[in-house]
């Protein structure tokens, strides 16, 4: 997944110069499946709950049948606006699944070695930031032209930055399985 953030991160400023385009959200929404994808398997394969899995099943397909929705139905263009409906719905979905996380360790032994668990620290990671930037998320799309709405993009970097910092800390600390 890191390697595929990088390339895509790569690819989104070679083919903004390349093609001199300004808008280049197709990346985005590419990384947002990619991403919730790759969520919603580490969340299937750490749960031991029968129905927590099937219903990460249900999450991803409702996820990809709103992506059409999305493009049909509310005519955002993927090309110069990103996921709306579908990204609040897998947003929520893996905050839902990470407290849901939170409350199996507590339910059990691990609570004493769970610092030490990777899923911990991208649990809170996520967690933190789909809590702070799913309401920007909602405006994004709506309100991205409006000044008023522009301090909502410090939140998404200050959110961006400390699931990074989570995410750093947690892959230094965790023990390796």
Not at 18 to 31: D, G, P
Not at 126 to 139: D, M, R, T
Not at 150 to 162: D, E, P, Q, T
Request: charge should be positive; proline fraction near 2%.
């Amino acid at each position: 997944m890191l390697c595929y953030i990088a390339i895509n991160e790569t690819v989104m400023v070679l083919y903004s110069l390349f093609y001199k385009v300004s808008s280049n959200f197709i990346f985005y929404n590419i990384y947002y499946v990619i991403n919730f994808l790759t969520l919603f398997y580490l969340f299937k394969k750490t749960n031991k709950s029968k129905i927590i899995i099937s219903l990460i099943n249900v999450f991803t397909v409702v996820y990809f049948i709103l992506i059409p929705i999305d493009i049909f139905v509310l005519k955002i263009n993927y090309s110069n606006k990103t996921q709306v409906i579908p990204y609040i719905f897998a947003g929520l979905s893996i905050i839902f699944l990470a407290l849901n996380y939170f409350i199996q360790i507590l339910k059990s032994n691990e609570i004493i070695k769970v610092d030490r668990s990777i899923m911990f620290w991208i649990s809170i990671a996520f967690l933190f930031y789909y809590l702070a930037f799913s309401p920007i998320k909602i405006s994004q799309n709506f309100y991205g032209s409006f000044i008023i709405h522009s301090y909502l993009y410090y939140i998404r970097i200050i959110a961006s930055v400390l699931m990074n910092l989570i995410l750093i800390f947690g892959f230094l600390w965790s023990k390796k399985a």
